[in-house]
């Protein structure tokens, strides 16, 4: 079975803290992503990285970066956590190509006081 | 405009009735297109791939109208367990784009 794993599922900071979000694959996907989920708003695209060292901005980056220094891994970071990024972040990986899949981690619910 | 339109519902049914979701997307290069359903919280999961020869998996069908930029799915027989938040979902260049989902309440 495909295995994205998240590393916390429920997270508390407060306002100016720099946020890790770590997102681990261990089918070898070229593609991840990063996506939040709002109620009213849906999922909506932060970051995406196709390959090693690569990234490029979803439809919502602003207050965020990503890393991803090995394919198993991407991670998001909230540079100076605030209140309107509390929300649930997914992270999901998928293969190369046109008709593929998108396999999510269980979701983090971070919330910024 | 949103890339991909669904109605939000609720759906409230009862069981054994028939439902049917829409979806329409406005990026005509669209390459593949699926749905998704995500439980309370609970992560999206993949249920279907869609077709324009449409597809059928027991009692969920799924077509594809690519003239009319428009996905649908339909459920047979509802059964309590599928109630949650259908998701429709178009595929650009390995890039997903997700509607905001339909929700479905099965009643007994």
């Known amino acids: 079975d495909v295995k994205v794993t998240q590393s916390s599922r429920y997270l508390v900071k407060r306002t100016g803290e720099k946020v890790f979000l770590e997102c681990v694959q261990d089918?070898?996907?070229?593609?991840m992503f990063w996506y939040r989920q709002d109620p009213g708003l849906g999922l909506r695209l932060i970051y995406f990285?196709?390959?090693?060292?690569?990234?490029e901005k979803g439809d919502i980056p602003e207050g965020y970066s990503v890393s991803r220094e090995k394919k198993e891994r991407f991670s998001l970071i909230l540079e100076s956590a605030s209140t309107n990024q509390t929300s649930m972040y997914l992270c999901?990986?998928?293969?190369?190509?046109?008709?593929?899949?998108?396999?999510f981690g269980q979701g983090t619910r971070l919330t910024v006081v | 405009r949103k890339e991909v339109e669904q109605d939000p519902g609720p759906f409230n049914v009862p069981e054994g009735a028939t439902v049917a979701f829409n979806c329409t997307y406005s990026?005509?290069?669209?390459?593949?297109f699926f749905w998704y359903r995500q439980d309370c919280r609970k992560e999206p999961k993949l249920l279907m791939s869609?077709?324009?020869s449409g597809n059928e998996d027991g009692r969920f069908t799924a077509q594809l109208n690519r003239a009319s930029q428009y996905i649908s799915l339909l459920i047979r027989d509802s059964k309590l367990s599928d109630s949650a938040t259908y998701l429709c979902?178009?595929?650009?260049?390995?890039?997903?784009?997700f509607g905001d989902g339909t929700t479905l309440t099965v009643k007994p």
């Open positions: 999901a990986s998928s293969t190369t190509g046109g008709d593929t899949e998108a396999f």
């Open positions: 869609v077709y324009s």
């Open positions: 990026n005509s290069a669209s390459q593949s």
């Open positions: 089918m070898d996907h070229e593609n």
């Open positions: 979902v178009v595929n650009k260049s390995g890039k997903s784009t």
């Open positions: 990285s196709y390959d090693v060292k690569m990234k």
